[in-house]
T-cell receptor, first 115, second 117 residues
Framework: AQSVTQLDSQVPVFEEAPVELRCNYS??????LFWYVQYPNQGLQLLLK????STLVKGINGFEAEFNKSQTSFHLRKPSVHISDTAEYFC????WGTGGFKTIFGAGTRLFVKA | DTAVSQTPKYLVTQMGNDKSIKCEQN?????MYWYKQDSKKFLKIMFS???????INETVPNRFSPKSPDKAHLNLHINSLELGDSAVYFC????????????????FGPGTRLLVL
């Protein structure tokens, strides 16, 4: 991917509200797409990934993401968030290039869930 | 049991010093990575090792030298530390090389917070 753009650096939302975290990428070839979550003072852990097949991918903790090839997007959604979802969320894209696959991470979106 | 562990968790040191960060994974993975996360949370790969062999070496100053004594360990040694080296350094592992398949899930350690004064 030439670039991975997470359109929102911060998303504040009230508990039990729905949320969408946006991710767009630029690439002219097929890609694999990932969402990782980083809780405070921890390493990243995988939420979900799209490799092929159904464009709607379900992950852990009630999150899902939809791959849209025409819009080169992979937005992350959750219908009802909890306080414990407060974290940094990273979109990542793996693209085949010279020498192998290269994975690029977006700059992250901080989700802040308020009571 | 922690899957990917790093030591130390925090490291505060003076400019010009040399320091090392250790990483161990007990997942039986073949590939390990070092990432640098800057103050804006931007995550950038530094190195990747597959079965103790260096396979990715991004544009990183020569002051940074990774060493993999076996496939379960990947250490990072930094010489002549500079203020700009202050960051969180993450170790990660995957079953096989992300560079080969592109599909691999990476498992990250908790990070080492380095502050250079």
């Amino acid at each position: 991917a030439q670039s991975v753009t997470q359109l929102d650096s911060q998303v504040p939302v009230f508990e039990e509200a729905p949320v969408e975290l946006r991710c767009n990428y630029s690439s002219s070839v097929s890609v694999y797409l990932f969402w990782y979550v980083q809780y405070p003072n921890q390493g990243l852990q995988l939420l979900l990934k799209y490799l092929s097949g159904s464009t709607l991918v379900k992950g852990i903790n009630g999150f899902e993401a939809e791959f849209n090839k025409s819009q080169t997007s992979f937005h992350l959604r959750k219908p009802s968030v909890h306080i414990s979802d407060t974290a940094e969320y990273f979109c990542a894209v793996s693209e085949w290039g010279t020498g192998g696959f290269k994975t690029i991470f977006g700059a992250g979106t901080r989700l802040f869930v308020k009571a | 049991d922690t899957a990917v562990s790093q030591t130390p968790k925090y490291l505060v040191t003076q400019m010009g010093n040399d320091k090392s960060i250790k990483c161990e994974q007990n997942l039986g993975h073949d590939t390990m990575y070092w990432y640098k996360q800057d103050s804006k949370k931007f995550l950038k790969i530094m190195f990747s090792y597959n079965n103790k062999e260096l396979i990715i070496n991004e544009t990183v100053p020569n002051r940074f030298s990774p060493k993999s004594p076996d496939k379960a360990h990947l250490n990072l040694h930094i010489n002549s530390l500079e203020l700009g080296d202050s960051a969180v350094y993450f170790c990660a592992s995957s079953q096989s090389s992300l560079g080969t398949s592109g599909k691999e899930t990476q498992y990250f350690g908790p990070g080492t917070r380095l502050l250079v004064l």
